[in-house]
């Protein structure tokens, strides 16, 4: 290919196809510019893809979907996801037996377990109807600017016992923070509390992956290349794994955080959180409901029935059950999970087939407080760094934070945006 046959350089580079990259060139291609977005793997969604197996659904992790993140509601058609919803509320199994905690104001034949006496005392009650009321129904802004902490001390602070926070926070937040100590920054606590409050908890019936897919269905033709690892940045754009030159505008880095780290000396390395999830099939469903199930022993963070959530998550006939727990996939971990769900379901699981586990190493950034709960993407050498890890590790954290990394580079280059516009006409 002669000089002149060769396509112009990109305005901008985006490294990696999760959803902060997605969103980022996404926005960058609609403002004008030419975008190349460079993804190492075969397929887009990084953290949140999904693979099909012998007629099975099998998300990288199990992970549910959260309706009221703004950035879902701006970005996403969640008509066509098909959105299957979890029952608002989950079964905890406490020291005591398994309680069901429900939300009365959208179950509200449920109301009654949640009576003084039964899940929680009267005091405990009335503590977390103030929390969920105060982070539901205040501005978001209000639940940003608070002091931070960890989450155990906000839950002291708001006077909740202690056997409450073991046998029913503890559990179901170590399940979203991915630790158990509830270390994690309190503002963080209070945005989940307040998208648990306004928004359903899903799962699209194509698996979760359906969603990046959706957003990179949405990039204009030839912005996307797959398998088209970075190696190196340089000040004139990015050298690739196999050599190849490739000179852009500006780069914007959307990897995870450790390799944003690599790629960009100087950048921090976050620390991070690993769970792994087992998926077993059976003949029938343990529960016939899709419901989230936690356990206070910590044996296990949460299972569910995935096929009462969505019944193409498997072949007809056959029920998914997917299992977490903290940390790898240690030998003795599978067998003694195997066992606790035979006491959870109250079932027989020897006949249950574990058909896969997936142990994500860098699954969630660690967020201790104080946490800046959003960062500029701007770095000391020029480039741009997004990621769930410069905002929250949730999809709400990654998508702002790519749509920040767009905005921010616009701004700094109004030109390119400019020039762009002005070829496109
Ligand atoms: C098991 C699990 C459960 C979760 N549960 C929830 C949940 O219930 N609710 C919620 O809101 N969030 C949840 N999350 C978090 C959410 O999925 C992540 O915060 C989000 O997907 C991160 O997106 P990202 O774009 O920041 O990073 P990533 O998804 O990590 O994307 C980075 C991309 O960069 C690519 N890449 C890396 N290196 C290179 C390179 N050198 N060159 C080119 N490309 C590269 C990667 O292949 C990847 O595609 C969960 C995550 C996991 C793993």
């Known amino acids: 290919m002669t000089a002149a046959q060769r396509p112009p350089a990109p305005d901008a580079v985006v490294v990696g196809a999760g959803l902060a990259g997605l969103a980022c060139a996404l926005d960058l291609s609609r403002a004008g510019l030419r975008v190349a977005l460079l993804e190492a793997s075969d397929q887009v969604g990084g953290r949140m893809r999904t693979d099909r197996r012998d007629g099975f659904l099998l998300d990288r992790g199990f992970q549910v979907f959260n309706t009221s993140y703004p950035q879902v509601r701006r970005r996403l058609d969640l008509k066509a996801l098909r959105l299957r919803p979890f029952t608002p509320g989950l079964i905890a199994h406490t020291s005591d037996g398994p309680v069901r905690l429900a939300d009365p104001t959208r179950r509200p034949g449920s109301a009654g377990e949640l009576l003084p006496g039964r899940a929680l005392p009267a005091r405990d009650l009335a503590a977390l109807a103030g929390l969920v009321a105060y982070d539901t129904l205040l501005p978001a802004g209000a639940v940003k600017r608070r002091a931070d902490r960890t989450t155990s001390a906000a839950l002291d602070a708001a006077g909740l016992s202690r056997r409450t926070i073991d ?240 905005r921010e580079l616009l701004t700094d280059h109004p030109a390119a945006h400019r020039s762009a516009a002005l070829t496109a006409r």
């Open 167 to 406: 046998e029913l926070l503890r559990p179901f937040l170590a399940g979203v923070f991915l630790e158990d100590r509830l270390e994690t920054s309190a503002r963080f606590f209070h945005l989940v509390l307040r998208s648990m409050g306004r928004g359903t908890l899903c799962l699209p019936a194509d698996g979760i992956g359906a969603v990046p897919a959706q957003l990179a269905a949405a990039l204009p033709p030839g912005v996307l290349r797959l398998e088209t690892p970075v190696g190196s940045l340089t000040t004139t754009g990015v050298v690739l794994a196999d050599g190849t030159e490739l000179l852009a505008g500006a780069v914007v880095v959307a990897t995870d955080g450790a390799t944003a780290a690599r790629l960009l000396p100087g950048l921090p390395a976050p620390q991070t959180r690993a769970v792994t999830t087992y998926y077993h099939a059976a003949d029938a469903a343990p529960i016939a409901e899709p419901t989230l199930v936690t356990d206070s022993a910590l044996t296990v963070l949460n299972t569910c029935v995935l096929t009462e959530v969505a019944p193409s998550y498997a072949p007809p006939g056959t029920a998914l059950v997917s299992t977490s727990v903290l940390g790898g996939d240690r030998p003795d971990v599978a067998a003694r999970v195997r066992r606790r769900l035979a006491e959870l379901y109250r079932t027989d699981t020897s006949g249950w087939q574990q058909i896969a586990a997936y142990t994500i190493d860098g699954a969630l950034p660690a967020m201790p407080p104080p946490w800046p709960l959003s960062r500029t993407t701007r770095t000391a050498s020029g480039h741009y760094v997004c990621g769930d890890h410069r905002a929250t590790g949730s999809v709400q954290g990654a998508l702002a934070s790519g749509t920040r990394a767009a």
